[in-house]
């Protein structure tokens, strides 16, 4: 090799090393902007280190954890590479931070982990709030369960209108004892009996196939009733059974209430085919099917029906159905005269909002859980408490209600919040009193139906 070659070779090699060195420094310098070197050699020594100091930053212990530590590790190296930017100093080859912004973005630091800390420390006391709610109500129904069973179920007839059994009925009845009680307080004044149901049962069916096979035959008993009247109650129910409670998916074709509430409202038009089925009725039903027994919910269903407010508006008596609604307003200018006057100016008549909570005994218009506190208490006080409810409501958003005018006051109250607390309407009822004149609710609404009667008798001294 000739001398020149030799040069040109060495030249060369000399060449390439500068050029490494030259990317090995660029490279050094972009590592550094991330807090990271890059492996050479002593590349254990160095991942060592620098682990070291990452923990002594954190503050821990150089020593291996446990699983769950290591863990906790790699979840918290990401804030403390976040943070970094904020507290160390910036890359040699940038200019360094002047002393006042190193302070400044110190103290933000500090006071981001100071609100931090205490927007833990308030999420911690809400949960344990939660919790320690949870646990009194559990301990609440727990005991109440025990002194249903034991003390008043046992003892209803002396019990069931004394004052503690009153306090507590006002509280809500346990769910596992519900069925019983409401069963208890609505009674079967009908006498119906399991037997009857089965019978009415068995003539709903015989009904159903014979309209699905084109049939036309009418029993004696439904003698006056047409069959269009009758196949168009049987498309009703069928109708309405998929809109009761669409949320809970448990009434609705294929779910596991569908047949047996079918059968409670197929075997009332039979059972009652001088009133059939009404729209609201089946809200009723699932209520009742969710806390008793098929036979036992027919049987609270046909007498709860019965009760005089129930038939006046499912048989539609408007003379009697104007009857209730004076009497509501009675106590209505007696309790909240203020609201009284907007609903008069704005016409807004009881009609508007009255009827569907009626007819469906508010389980319909309210959440759940508070409806069946409202029908614990409908089912000891009777109709009366159906009217002081409303008041309650009416009570509970009077303020909301003033500033509204006619179309946005009966948008709202026949679609009631869904998130309407059962403690908070509760206590606006608990104000609410059922007393105009030293005149109770049973003697207004009997002083207005003599009115009404003597006023459909054209009474001489009236036309006077």
Same mark, same amino acid.
């Given at each position: 090799?000739? #001398?020149?070659?030799?040069?040109?070779?060495?030249?060369?090699?000399? %060449?390439?090393?500068?050029?490494?060195?030259?990317?090995?420094?660029?490279?050094?310098?972009?590592? $550094?902007?991330?807090?990271?070197?890059? %492996?050479?050699?002593?590349?254990q020594k160095e991942s060592k280190k620098i682990q070291k100091e990452c923990e002594d930053k954190a503050g821990r212990a150089s020593k291996p954890g446990s699983p769950k530590q290591n863990v906790r590790k790699? *979840?918290?190296?990401?804030? *403390?590479?976040?943070?970094?930017?904020?507290? +160390?100093?910036?890359?040699?080859?940038?200019?360094?931070?002047?002393?006042?912004?190193?302070? $400044?973005?110190?103290q933000q630091y500090e006071e981001m982990v100071v609100q931090a800390k205490k927007r833990e420390l308030k999420e911690a006391q809400r949960r344990k709030k939660q919790l320690e709610e949870r646990c009194r109500l559990e301990e609440s129904i727990g005991n109440a369960v025990l002194t249903w069973n034991n003390e008043i179920l046992p003892n209803w007839e002396t019990m =069931?209108?004394?004052?503690?059994?009153?306090?507590?009925?006002? /509280?809500?009845?346990?769910?596992?004892?519900?069925?019983?009680? =409401?069963?208890?307080?609505i009674g079967n004044e009908l006498n119906i009996t399991h037997e009857l149901f089965d019978i009415c049962l068995a003539?709903?069916?015989?009904? =159903?196939?014979?309209?699905?096979?084109?049939?036309?035959?009418?029993?004696?008993e439904d003698a006056g009733f047409s069959a269009a009247d009758r196949e168009a109650s049987l498309e009703l129910i069928k109708l309405d059974i998929s809109r009761t409670f669409p949320n809970l998916c448990i009434f609705q074709q294929g779910g596991p209430y569908h047949d047996m509430l079918h059968s409670i409202l197929g075997a009332y038009t039979c059972y009652r085919p001088d009133v059939g089925y009404v729209q609201g009725m089946s809200f009723i039903a699932a209520v009742l099917i969710l806390n008793l027994d098929?036979?036992?919910?027919?049987?609270?269903?046909?007498?709860?029906?019965?009760?005089?407010?129930?038939?006046?508006?499912?048989?539609?008596?408007?003379?009697?159905?104007?009857?209730?609604?004076?009497?509501?307003?009675?106590?209505?200018?007696?309790? *909240?005269?203020?609201?009284?006057?907007? #609903?008069?100016?704005?016409?807004?008549?009881?009609?508007?909002?009255?009827?569907?909570?009626?007819?469906? %005994?508010?389980?319909?218009?309210?959440?759940?859980?508070?409806?069946?506190? @409202?029908?614990?208490? #409908?089912?000891?006080?009777?109709?009366?408490?159906?009217?002081?409810?409303?008041?309650? @409501?009416?009570?509970?958003?009077?303020?909301?209600?003033?500033?509204?005018? #006619? @179309?946005?006051?009966?948008?709202?109250?026949?679609?009631?919040? +869904?998130?309407?607390?059962?403690?908070?309407?509760?206590?606006? @009822?608990?104000?609410? /009193?059922?007393?105009?004149?030293? $005149?109770?609710?049973?003697?207004?609404l009997a002083a207005l139906q003599k009115d009404s009667r003597e006023v459909d008798k054209g009474s001489p001294s009236l036309r006077r």
């Open positions: 090799m000739s #001398f020149s070659s030799t040069f040109l070779l060495t030249d060369r090699n000399l %060449l390439a090393r500068k050029q490494n060195a030259r990317l090995d420094k660029q490279n050094d310098l972009g590592w $550094k902007l991330f807090g990271k070197i890059p %492996l050479r050699e002593n590349a790699n *979840l918290d190296f990401e804030p *403390l590479s976040t943070t970094a930017l904020i507290l +160390e100093d910036r890359p040699a080859n940038l200019p360094a931070k002047p002393v006042e912004e190193a302070q $400044k973005h110190r =069931w209108c004394s004052r503690k059994v009153r306090d507590l009925w006002w /509280q809500g009845i346990p769910p596992s004892v519900r069925g019983k009680v =409401w069963g208890l307080a003539r709903a069916k015989e009904r =159903w196939r014979s309209f699905s096979m084109g049939g036309s035959e009418v029993e004696n098929t036979a036992d919910a027919f049987i609270a269903f046909s007498n709860l029906l019965n009760k005089p407010c129930q038939m006046a508006f499912f048989r539609v008596d408007h003379g009697l159905m104007l009857t209730y609604f004076a009497a509501f307003e009675v106590f209505f200018e007696e309790n *909240l005269p203020k609201l009284f006057a907007h #609903f008069k100016k704005n016409n807004l008549t009881p009609d508007i909002y009255l009827i569907d909570w009626i007819f469906t %005994l508010y389980s319909k218009s309210l959440p759940l859980d508070l409806a069946c506190r @409202i029908w614990d208490v #409908f089912c000891r006080d009777g109709e009366e408490f159906l009217f002081r409810t409303a008041l309650g @409501i009416l009570k509970l958003f009077e303020d909301i209600l003033t500033k509204m005018d #006619f @179309i946005h006051v009966a948008q709202f109250l026949t679609r009631l919040p +869904e998130d309407l607390p059962a403690e908070e309407c509760f206590a606006s @009822i608990a104000t609410i /009193q059922m007393q105009s004149r030293n $005149k109770k609710w049973a003697q207004v």
